[in-house]
């Protein structure tokens, strides 16, 4: 359960795990590569099953699709959020049940739609009239939730303008989806890599003010997704999972309470991604070289063989701040812009973060950047600038 | 020649072109996908040899490396800039000599030097006493070249800070490399998609006072890169191919006249890559969903099957805004946010750009992308959120 006294999450994790530096030691794979320990996965998992155990964990495949951290958490008993038929097919391949996958993109083509409903998947994100109609259509008789507009606040990743509607708007939606026979919810995000647990406060009372609004027109909800945002250990310190789990426990009940006690208990759902994959992972990348523009210069330059295009696309505008190791940590250290390997001036990974790095780093030292697990490999490019696709091994 | 009166680039271009029309209607390929007309590409190497008599033409293969367009190439007499060891491999089994290659990329491993110099590359880029180091280690006996920085106004995809030294610090390399045995010369990038012909004035001068130095030092330069940055046609019109032609060999009469004239002239070369294949490609992308966010909002989302991740990278800041056709146009438009499939937020192509297409604009849909040859399909990724690479074909 949670406890106050935990530390930050990410806090007491040695990162490269021991596993992760053997298997390095042992196959001296080439950089770049990002290496994942499924045993953090595990713990992972576990931690925010006991942070929050009202809720059904759906992994949000997107943050890593590797099959085996897919077949890891299929035997963990983990539910599935996918973002297109390319997930569905991956779940379904680790050993997923397609009852436990929810079909969480808005924006579907409605023959995706029914290639997942026949394949047995029967939950289904939507956010306007056009979709809720394909859902009509290609798939009856399923839980359909609608996802609401929020602010996304207090995340390094915001996710706020691009999916949901107005709750009014999601009422009447949602209304009409219930007389064609569905099941229905409604989900939210409060923005990936949300650094404050009471961001999911607002929207749960939203929520409660819309499923208000459906029971006096008689539609009992079945469903409230709590999307993601749940954070990894990046430069900055985050609350610890409990901190989390405490901040919407206590939301649930003040806003649903009486719901959340009686017959009709919706389903409440959280759609983790990044929590559970991001701080599991190790990026080691090799320095191509190390530069200054004029003899003047204070600030070197670092370009590493990997870039924002070969995985570490969350950089762009210095969203998402690695930390980074390096074999000559302790030692003196200046500031750097460090970049990628690429031709493009937009393969910038830090600029106005402000990063030091040791002044003794050289071409060939192997850096170590950490907490790269989740929104790196399936970023990576299909080979801009020839330079292949990431790639990634689970230990 | 060039001609004063010759329409803007892309003017009297209808796309998509009879023969990508007849592609698309023969074999009806699954959306998204990209196709590119070869007779286009070599339209615009001749036009730009037109254009530019005195400079041998060394194609940016990063802009589209398709195997079809880099034979083409061969045949057509191209030289070739690569930014890596798996572009020099697709040139040399596009047919490409290892003479006609240039490793332009400035930021290079010590052992894909040596294998570029293994396989007869001799033409190389630098900005930096430690990549020079490395270039007189593993590159005897090349010509090196070295990239000077530029202010980059007045292109829609600036390249001006992550690449190139100053100019001072240029000279002193470059007169290292000499006497370590090298042909030397200078090379600059007045950024991607330039609108303005003028702005290879400025860093010419730049070249002609850091030649002048090195001849008082007794190295005789063997090499001015003009770079990239000759445009598309996007939704700004942008000047004619001879314009560009007619102001660069202005400067280069003005600012090196008596060198190009001399026994010694140095080669000019040019590295087009968006020009010679943007204008070439078109993307054929379905439409997923057109919605709203409330009842009152005046703007429709738009999702179509292709996004940021999917092909369309160079939309970020919305820095290249490509034109859109649409089965209905000519009827009533309104204005709309432009988006990508994914459960991403970035994932967003124009909101500030005010696109509008028409209302009768439905799921199903196709829409053409055009002038989208260029810098769409490497920058595709593996598969973020299930979704596979972005398809492309040559005609």
Chains 1, 2 share one sequence.
């Not at 029914?114 to 939950?123: P, Q």
């Not at 609401?148 to 995340?155: D, H, N, P, Q, V």
């Not at 901190?243 to 208990?265: C, E």
Request: charged content about 20%; overall charge negative.
């Amino acid at each position: 359960m949670a406890d106050d006294t935990a530390p930050p999450v990410g806090a007491t994790l040695h990162l490269p795990t021991d596993r992760i530096r053997r298997f390095v030691a042992d196959n001296d794979p080439p950089t770049p590569c990002l290496v994942v320990d499924l045993a953090i996965v595990a713990e992972r998992y576990q931690a925010l099953s006991d942070s929050l155990t009202e809720a059904a964990i759906f992994y949000a495949v997107k943050a890593n699709p590797a099959p085996e951290i897919l077949r890891l958490l299929v035997e963990l008993g983990s539910c599935f959020d996918v973002a297109s038929v390319g997930e569905i097919e991956a779940c379904l391949r680790a050993g997923a049940q397609p009852s436990t996958i929810s079909y969480g993109n808005t924006i579907k083509k409605r023959k995706d739609i029914a290639y997942a409903h026949e394949m047995g998947v029967r939950m289904f994100a939507f956010d306007s009239a056009q979709e809720l109609d394909k859902l009509n259509a290609e798939a009856p008789g399923s839980t359909v939730f609608c996802r609401i507009l929020t602010a996304g606040e207090g995340a390094d990743w915001p996710l706020s303008r691009k999916f949901g509607c107005e709750p009014l708007m999601a009422v009447d939606l949602l209304r009409d989806a219930a007389q064609r026979g569905h099941r229905v919810g409604a989900s939210f995000h409060v923005g990936s890599q949300q650094r404050h647990p009471n961001q999911w406060d607002g929207p749960l009372a939203e929520v409660a003010a819309m499923f208000r609004m459906l029971e006096r027109d008689g539609v009992t909800p079945a469903v409230v997704n709590l999307g993601g945002g749940f954070p990894s250990r990046y430069s900055d310190v985050v609350p610890e999972i409990g901190a989390y789990g405490k901040a919407i426990r206590n939301s649930v009940a003040r806003h649903l309470g009486p719901l959340m006690n009686g017959p009709d208990r919706p389903l409440l759902i959280a759609e983790p991604g990044r929590y559970l994959v991001g701080d599991a992972g190790v990026l080691f990348s090799e320095v191509v070289l190390v530069s200054r523009k004029s003899d003047l210069d204070e600030r070197r330059w670092v370009y590493l063989d990997v870039g924002m295009f070969s995985g570490l696309a969350e950089t762009m505008d210095e969203a998402i701040r690695y930390r980074i190791r390096t074999p000559h940590d302790g030692s003196e250290s200046g500031p750097v812009v460090l970049a990628g390997p690429t031709c493009d001036s937009v393969d910038i990974l830090y600029d106005k973060a402000d990063y030091h790095l040791p002044m003794a780093l050289r071409p060939g030292d192997v850096v170590e950047i950490l907490s790269t697990g989740a929104y790196t490999t399936t970023y990576s490019t299909v080979g801009f600038n020839g330079f292949p696709p990431l790639k990634s091994y689970c230990v």
